[in-house]
């Protein structure tokens, strides 16, 4: 990420450059005492002037936060790290939530803080100015979050905002400062300690004496209130916990079985088959949550209550079962590869291609759209073929809504009217018609570059269409 990546999102952003604020229910949660939802404010800044911004220092924090002893990528890493364990089966698993934790982080503490962290971990000699310039970009970040809501405007002044880009790693270090002074005391009892932003979960080792373990489990608790007041809150020590969407079992032989954990309130509502998506949806679908399933359960009797529960909801959701017993199948025996060679250097790194001065052609899926591979075709054809002063070639037929269209060289105006006017010609497309011209970098299988020349044409001409 270089600077004209920052610079292009502040011209993006400039007809509309304030976050947008709102609100969503967190329907897996209990319902609060005046029987009402609680509610996640949320700070979507994508559209802000600082995004770009962000972006670069979410990219330059990231490797900061993954050095924090308490850190762990996903469920994945967790459950990689716990299966390595053996406890005391007398020891409990706990866990914490944090309350509010992103709004309560008090900004200008948090900028003090983590400025002195990044001037003591990531000086680099080589960039004397790198240092400043990223606690610069982090001010800038940080203190100019001003959103609409509505036809209101509000600035944030303290707190971060659910949604801005480099929030989680910030989240991350600003308590691992903390972690860093008060774990290490208590490790007489606390023997396992990860965090997860605003989660964590913990072994604790209980004293014999059971006054004595409540004496110190109170100690403990009301060390992890104490930064900047944030709050805790704390579960009952147990054999088993849900964390995440794992459920952990502390086992007789001290070993940490593991579980996928599922809330009560999803309703699995899966893509239906009819929905405008392309088809290989639903095989990504399979594949990635059954590959998440074996990956994440100890047992193969749990694996095959899972397995057997998401091909039930499937089927539920109209997918017939000629089509899911193959696709399980297969992803069975991906996933079983896939766990096998965990840890392998197997895998060949993808050949690299000279992207400096290509243009990539990305279009929002239709169903009636061309298959990527006949464009992938017919470009190869008309860039490699196509002879001087002769009309674009169109990859799709004149009953497709839209048609993608290469040239190898610089069209002119009797290039596209003939290219128009043989597809009107056999069928009226009016309004529907969009043309895609030229100069683009196809991918598929076997990624093809080719120059020429791009635009954007419509009929009748409305206001320019984006292609990114």
Same mark, same amino acid.
């Given at each position: 990420?270089?600077?004209?990546?920052?610079?292009?999102?502040?011209?993006?952003?400039?007809?509309?450059?304030?976050?947008?604020?709102?609100?969503?229910?967190?329907? /897996?949660?209990?319902? %609060?005492?005046?029987?009402?939802?609680?509610?996640r404010?949320?700070t979507?800044?994508?559209?802000?002037?600082? /995004?770009?911004?962000?972006k670069?220092?979410?990219?330059?924090? =990231?490797?900061?936060?993954?050095?924090? @002893?308490?850190?762990?990528?996903?469920?994945?890493?967790?459950?990689?790290? *716990?299966?390595?364990?053996?406890?005391?089966?007398?020891?409990?698993?706990?866990t914490?939530?944090?309350t509010?934790?992103?709004?309560?982080?008090?900004?200008?503490?948090?900028?003090?803080?983590?400025?002195? *962290?990044?001037?003591?971990?990531?000086?680099?000699? =080589?960039?004397?100015?790198?240092?400043?310039?990223?606690?610069?970009?982090?001010?800038?970040?940080?203190? +100019?979050?001003i959103?609409?809501?509505?036809?209101t405007?509000w600035?944030?002044?303290?707190?971060?905002?659910?949604?801005?880009?480099?929030?989680?790693?910030w989240?991350?270090?600003?308590?691992?400062?903390?972690?860093?002074?008060?774990v290490?005391?208590?490790?007489?009892?606390?023997?396992?300690?990860?965090?997860?932003?605003?989660?964590?979960?913990?072994?604790?080792?209980p004293?014999?004496?059971?006054?004595?373990n409540t004496?110190?489990?109170?100690?403990?608790?009301?060390?992890?209130?104490?930064?900047?007041?944030?709050?805790? @809150?704390?579960?009952?020590?147990?054999?088993?916990?849900?964390?995440?969407?794992?459920?952990?079992?502390? &086992?007789? &032989?001290?070993?940490?079985?593991? +579980?996928?954990?599922?809330?009560? =309130?999803?309703?699995?509502?899966y893509?239906p088959?009819?929905?405008?998506?392309?088809?290989?949806?639903i095989?990504?679908?399979?594949?990635?949550?059954?590959?998440?399933?074996?990956?994440?359960?100890?047992?193969k009797?749990?694996?095959?209550?899972?397995?057997?529960?998401?091909?039930?909801?499937?089927?539920?959701?109209?997918?017939?079962?000629?089509?899911?017993?193959?696709?399980?199948?297969?992803?069975?025996? /991906?996933?079983?590869?896939?766990?096998t060679?965990?840890?392998?250097d197997?895998?060949?790194?993808?050949?690299?291609?000279?992207?400096? &001065? %290509?243009?990539?052609?990305?279009l929002?899926? $239709?169903?009636?759209?061309?298959?990527?591979?006949?464009?992938?075709?017919?470009?190869?054809n008309?860039?490699?073929?196509? %002879?001087?002063?002769?009309?674009?070639?169109?990859?799709?037929?004149?009953? %497709?809504?839209?048609?993608?269209?290469?040239?190898?060289?610089?069209? @002119?105006?009797? /290039?596209?009217?003939?290219?128009?006017?043989?597809?009107?010609?056999?069928?009226?497309?009016?309004?529907?018609?969009?043309?895609?011209?030229?100069?683009?970098?196809?991918?598929?299988?076997?990624?093809?570059?080719?120059?020429?020349?791009?635009?954007?044409?419509? $009929?009748?001409?409305?206001?320019?269409?984006?292609?990114?």
């Amino acid at each position: 990420m270089d600077a004209s990546y920052i610079r292009c999102h502040v011209a993006n952003n400039h007809t509309s450059p304030f976050a947008q604020f709102y609100i969503l229910y967190k329907i /897996h949660k209990p319902k %609060k005492s005046n029987g009402q939802w609680p509610t996640r404010p949320v700070t979507s800044d994508v559209t802000s002037y600082p /995004h770009g911004l962000g972006k670069w220092v979410d990219q330059e924090l =990231q490797p900061l936060a993954r050095k924090q @002893t308490s850190f762990f990528k996903d469920s994945f890493d967790l459950k990689s790290i *716990l299966s390595e364990l053996t406890v005391n089966p007398s020891a409990r698993l706990f866990t914490a939530d944090a309350t509010s934790m992103y709004t309560n982080i008090k900004t200008d503490v948090a900028l003090t803080l983590i400025s002195e *962290l990044i001037r003591q971990e990531l000086h680099k000699p =080589q960039q004397p100015s790198y240092t400043e310039a990223l606690i610069s970009a982090l001010h800038i970040v940080f203190t +100019n979050s001003i959103v609409k809501f509505g036809d209101t405007y509000w600035r944030q002044i303290s707190g971060t905002g659910m949604g801005i880009a480099p929030a989680p790693p910030w989240a991350t270090i600003f308590y691992a400062l903390h972690e860093q002074h008060f774990v290490p005391k208590w490790s007489n009892h606390l023997i396992f300690y990860k965090r997860f932003i605003d989660d964590i979960i913990g072994i604790w080792l209980p004293h014999p004496d059971m006054a004595t373990n409540t004496s110190l489990g109170s100690a403990f608790c009301n060390d992890l209130q104490q930064w900047h007041g944030l709050e805790w @809150t704390v579960s009952p020590l147990s054999t088993r916990c849900n964390f995440m969407d794992l459920t952990l079992t502390i &086992t007789p &032989t001290g070993k940490i079985d593991t +579980n996928l954990f599922e809330k009560s =309130q999803n309703l699995y509502l899966y893509i239906p088959p009819g929905s405008a998506h392309p088809k290989g949806m639903i095989k990504g679908l399979i594949f990635g949550n059954t590959l998440r399933i074996m990956r994440l359960c100890s047992h193969k009797g749990d694996t095959t209550t899972h397995l057997t529960n998401f091909k039930t909801r499937l089927l539920a959701r109209g997918y017939p079962l000629s089509l899911l017993e193959p696709l399980f199948l297969q992803a069975i025996q /991906h996933a079983d590869t896939f766990i096998t060679n965990q840890g392998r250097d197997h895998c060949t790194p993808p050949p690299t291609h000279d992207t400096s &001065t %290509k243009i990539f052609l990305h279009l929002e899926f $239709h169903p009636e759209d061309p298959k990527p591979q006949d464009i992938h075709r017919h470009g190869k054809n008309t860039s490699l073929n196509q %002879k001087a002063n002769a009309p674009c070639e169109t990859c799709a037929t004149p009953s %497709k809504r839209r048609s993608i269209l290469t040239a190898s060289q610089s069209p @002119t105006v009797d /290039h596209l009217i003939s290219g128009i006017g043989s597809l009107s010609a056999t069928s009226p497309v009016g309004d529907e018609m969009s043309l895609a011209i030229g100069r683009v970098a196809l991918v598929s299988s076997s990624p093809l570059f080719f120059d020429g020349w791009m635009g954007c044409l419509r $009929h009748p001409m409305p206001s320019p269409r984006k292609i990114s």
